[in-house]
């Protein structure tokens, strides 16, 4: 670690210490404030339910601990606005820089930019990182330029990109600034769970076991003793068919590189061994990924599909809202005639 900055890290869903691009560029330039900041104004209609909101805290729970062990605690905030929150913990420690890894929705795009703004108008460095994705949106483009509008032809050209090693030793030291931070929460402060969800809660921490290193031990579990399969049994509705990853990737315990070098590996020792159904697998378990990665591609690179057609052609394609429809769908009860 060198240099004498006063660095806030500000965790959002990259709630993890290794490999984790902010957190690493701030531990090694000096000082660090790890923040992380509940604001449910600004959640609007993505405000998470029940499940979310328990995940939520049971991972913020182990961060803190990880972080607190290295030597920085974190500083946990309930705001009605994010900026104002970074704006006192700026103030309050002299911070010179911001740093924190991307989200590719639109509401926090907008919100990212605003504050990267005021904060570079105040004079304070800002540093954006790439913590979610194994490739950023605007680094993928076909032949002329355009963003691509099938997967296919866009995880092609990614698998064909060069790809950055991930960094996968967290940092093994931080050093917190001079300085008190008012108004900080406890976990149980933020809110996050309320006394009626608890009893069904206990009942989720039965299957899961939310946190960084917790997602560790599932990605070695599914690597080792379950990738093998995912071919033949990644459609059956019983039985471990899935990875159970989902939610360790959504709130940022793990590393979407660190997943796909894991896989990756594990394939060319069965390419070395013409084990066909373990690269299947391996081919098939990554698509799923390229898939999430596509998600964030066309949000950030065509924010418009919410409201009209991907393709010019279906415009006036007509479209039947039926909220009624929609749930049936959801439910996975559709028949058609």
């Not at 991972?59 to 607190?68: D, I, K, P, V, Y």
């Not at 420690?93 to 005021?118: C, E, M, W």
């Not at 990182?129 to 032809?153: I, M, Q, R, S």
């Not at 008012?182 to 309320?194: K, P, Q, V």
């Amino acid at each position: 670690m060198g240099g004498n900055s006063k660095t806030i890290v500000w965790f959002r869903r990259d709630l993890r210490i290794e490999d984790n691009p902010a957190l690493a560029a701030a531990a090694r330039d000096g000082c660090v404030l790890p923040v992380y900041i509940w604001c449910p104004t600004e959640e609007g209609q993505f405000y998470p339910g029940r499940v979310s909101r328990w995940w939520l805290k049971q991972s913020l729970t182990h961060l803190e601990q990880s972080l607190s062990s290295l030597g920085a605690p974190l500083v946990l905030i309930k705001a009605q606005s994010t900026l104002v929150a970074l704006l006192e913990c700026v103030n309050t420690i002299g911070a010179t820089r911001v740093a924190f890894n991307h989200l590719y929705d639109p509401v926090s795009l907008v919100r990212d930019h605003n504050i990267k703004q005021k904060l570079v108008e105040l004079g304070i460095s800002v540093q954006s990182h790439n913590g979610d994705l194994l490739y950023e949106p605007w680094e993928v483009y076909n032949e002329k330029g355009h963003a691509f509008t099938t997967f296919d032809a866009y995880w092609n050209k990614c698998l064909h990109m060069q790809m950055e090693p991930a960094s996968l030793l967290p940092p093994w030291r931080l050093v917190p600034p001079a300085g008190t931070v008012e108004n900080c929460s406890t976990i149980e402060e933020l809110g996050l769970e309320d006394e009626s969800e608890k009893s069904s809660n206990a009942l989720l921490g039965r299957g899961w076991s939310p946190g960084w290193s917790n997602a560790d031990k599932a990605l070695t579990e599914f690597v080792e003793h379950h990738l093998l399969g995912y071919s033949k049994n990644r459609l059956k509705v019983g039985g471990n068919s899935s990875s159970l990853l989902s939610p360790y990737l959504h709130f940022g315990e793990l590393s979407v590189m660190k997943v796909f070098q894991c896989v990756r590996m594990k394939q060319i020792l069965w390419a070395k061994e013409e084990n066909s159904v373990g690269e299947e697998s391996g081919n098939l378990f990554l698509r799923a990924i390229g898939l999430r990665e596509y998600s964030r591609y066309l949000c950030f690179n065509f924010p418009f599909t919410h409201e009209r057609s991907l393709l010019s052609n279906l415009k006036y394609f007509p479209w039947h809202a039926n909220n009624d429809y929609f749930k049936v769908w959801r439910q996975g009860r559709l028949v058609t005639h």
